[in-house]
C-alpha cells in the first residue's frame, strides 16, 4: 500500500472510531495550528513550521532564574545575575521563549478568549518545571484586580494554574493570594516603573494563610518579563511562611543568550 493511500486509511479510521458529535464539529471548525491558524490534524495542534519558530528553553540554564546560557557550562551553574542580584524567589523555570509563535500564544490566550490554549501550554510548563511541580505541596495562580478580572471575564494565569494543578495532580490555592491595589498595565514600562507600579499590590488573605505556611509553593504567571510582579508575590508568600517558592512561567523575555 502506498503512503497517501496510507494516510487515507489511517485518517478514515479515526473519523470512523470519533464520536459523531466530535466529527460534526471538525466539519463545521477544522482544527487550525494553533499559532498561524493552518489546517491540522487535530484541535489544539501546531503545525510544523510553528513548532519549528519555538524556542523551548532546556538545560544549560541558570539554576535559579532559569536563563538559558548559550553552551552547556554543567549542573548547578548560576548565572552572573543570579548571583549578583539573587531574587526573592527560589527559582524559575520557563516553557519557552517569549517571541515569535510564543508570544502569539500568550496573546491569545490572554486578550483573544483563547482558553482553550491553556492545557497545552500547561502540559509545556508541567515538562519545562525540571520535577519542581512533582516536588510541590500547592500551585497558586498570579491574581488579577476583581476589576480587571470582571472586564477580562478570565485570570490566563489562572488558566495555566488550574490546568498545571489537574495534569500534576496537585492542590489548586486559588483565592489564597489577593491583588489588592489596583495596578496599571505593566506593558511598555521599564523595570524601575515595573517595580513602582505593583509594589504593595499582592498579599496572601489572612483567612487561607494557612495554606502557605510552611508549604512548597509553585506559583503560575504566563510571562516573565523582569520580575516585579511575581517578586512582590513571593515576598507576600514568604511573609505568610511559605517555605520555598517556585515561579513557572509558559515564556519569559530573553535579552541575549549567557
Not at 29 to 48: I, T, W
Not at 67 to 80: E, K, M, N, R, T
Not at 121 to 148: E, F, N, Y
Request: net charge positive.
Amino acid at each position: 500500500m502506498g503512503m497517501m493511500g496510507r494516510e487515507i486509511t489511517l485518517s478514515t479510521l479515526r473519523v470512523g472510531l470519533a464520536k459523531p458529535s466530535q466529527v460534526l464539529a471538525d466539519l463545521i471548525y477544522p482544527p487550525a495550528c494553533s499559532g498561524c491558524g493552518v489546517a491540522v490534524g487535530a484541535h489544539r495542534g501546531l503545525c510544523p513550521a510553528s513548532w519549528s519558530g519555538i524556542r523551548f528553553i532546556e538545560r544549560a540554564y541558570c539554576e535559579i532564574l532559569g536563563s538559558p546560557f548559550s553552551h552547556d557550562l554543567g549542573a548547578g551553574i548560576f548565572s552572573a545575575e543570579a548571583i549578583a542580584d539573587p531574587p526573592v524567589f527560589d527559582r524559575l523555570r520557563s516553557a519557552a521563549v517569549h517571541d515569535g509563535i510564543v508570544r502569539d500564544l500568550v496573546l491569545s490566550l490572554k486578550y483573544r478568549d483563547r482558553t482553550d490554549l491553556a492545557p497545552m501550554m500547561a502540559g509545556w510548563m508541567l515538562r519545562a518545571s525540571d520535577g519542581m511541580v512533582a516536588a510541590c505541596d500547592a500551585t497558586m495562580p498570579v491574581p488579577l484586580h476583581r476589576a480587571r478580572l470582571f472586564s477580562r471575564k478570565y485570570n490566563q494565569a489562572a488558566e495555566l494554574a488550574r490546568h498545571v494543578a489537574r495534569l500534576s495532580g496537585k492542590p489548586l490555592l486559588a483565592a489564597t493570594l489577593l491583588r489588592v491595589k489596583r495596578t496599571s498595565q505593566q506593558v511598555g514600562l521599564g523595570a524601575k516603573a515595573r517595580q513602582d507600579n505593583v509594589r504593595g499590590a499582592l498579599a496572601v488573605s489572612e483567612h487561607r494563610a494557612a495554606d502557605v505556611f510552611g508549604r512548597r509553593i509553585v506559583l503560575v504567571d504566563d510571562v516573565y518579563t523582569t520580575g516585579a510582579t511575581v517578586a512582590v508575590a513571593t515576598r507576600a508568600l514568604k511573609k505568610a511562611g511559605a517555605a520555598d517558592v517556585t515561579v513557572l512561567t509558559f515564556a519569559r523575555v530573553v535579552g541575549h543568550l549567557i
